[in-house]
């Protein structure tokens, strides 16, 4: 049979009709010496046709080639995974760069309770607003109890006070006030209230005040620096202070639109 291909070659060198051709051109012994050089060219052509796939045949895993004619054998054969959207892979093992987020991972290779994850009997640190929704038939959030940030301070009140509401929910200054004083309510330093909240949003906060016997009271109150009219408790605007007392004021603020709020304000004093 004439050995059209690579594949039909014999492993054994010697024995009738064993590798005495190639392509049908004569090598046996005593061929004709101008039949060589055909045979070495048609034998370059065969390895050519077996790199480019043409020949049809293929290597087997045992001699480093896939067995296959095809990407999808090969990969079978090779027990690969597919290329791009596939189920072939089921498990992962000796990574040593974490996924990224858009590969389907975290990006990490260390995960800390608290920290990292949320993990229920941890304590945990958050750093940006959680949004709790609930639904039409359940409520968003059941805390059994709570705390707050309480600042201490002892500072006496007087002229403009800057209230930061990312800082605490209660502001206590145990130094006796000295004059009136403007609250000026702000997220931060860097960050305005009117960013730090939504429209439809309300916060509640607190600022306790030392008196000594000459009594003041917070005459102004401003939002990011913006002078806005409170509505008071009772209908009437404090107008005095209470002498050797603490007086607490709390603040519930509602953004009503952009940079646009209600202040509900009251004066309570304590003795």
Do not use: H
Not at 237 to 250: L, P
């Amino acid at each position: 049979m004439a050995k059209t291909k690579i594949s039909e070659y014999s492993s054994t060198s010697a024995g009738a009709a064993l590798n005495t051709d190639i392509a049908n051109i004569n090598i046996d012994e005593g061929c004709a010496p101008s039949g060589i050089n055909n045979a070495i060219r048609a034998l370059m052509a065969q390895v050519k046709d077996l790199q480019s796939g043409a020949s049809g045949d293929t290597i087997p895993l045992t001699a480093g080639g896939t067995g296959a004619a095809n990407a999808t054998t090969a990969r079978s054969n090779l027990s690969a995974a597919a290329s791009g959207a596939n189920s072939d892979i089921t498990s992962l093992t000796g990574l040593t760069t974490a996924l990224s987020a858009a590969q389907g991972g975290t990006g990490l290779t260390t995960f800390t309770a608290g920290t990292t994850y949320v993990a229920p009997a941890t304590a945990t640190t958050f750093t940006a607003k959680q949004t709790f929704t609930g639904s039409s038939s359940v409520i968003a959030s059941k805390f059994v109890n709570a705390l707050e940030g309480v600042t201490v301070s002892a500072t006496a009140a007087t002229g403009t006070i800057n209230y930061d509401v990312t800082t605490q929910s209660v502001l206590y200054y145990t130094s006796n006030a000295s004059a009136n004083w403007t609250v000026n309510f702000r997220g931060s330093s860097g960050t305005s209230l009117d960013t730090a909240m939504s429209t439809g949003e309300a916060l509640t906060v607190v600022f306790l005040v030392t008196q000594g016997s000459t009594a003041y009271y917070n005459n102004a109150v401003t939002i990011d620096g913006s002078s806005v009219t409170p509505k008071y408790q009772g209908g009437t605007a404090w107008t005095s202070g209470n002498a050797s007392s603490i007086d607490a004021y709390s603040y519930t603020i509602v953004k009503t639109g952009s940079a646009t709020f209600t202040v509900f304000a009251a004066q309570t004093q304590f003795k």
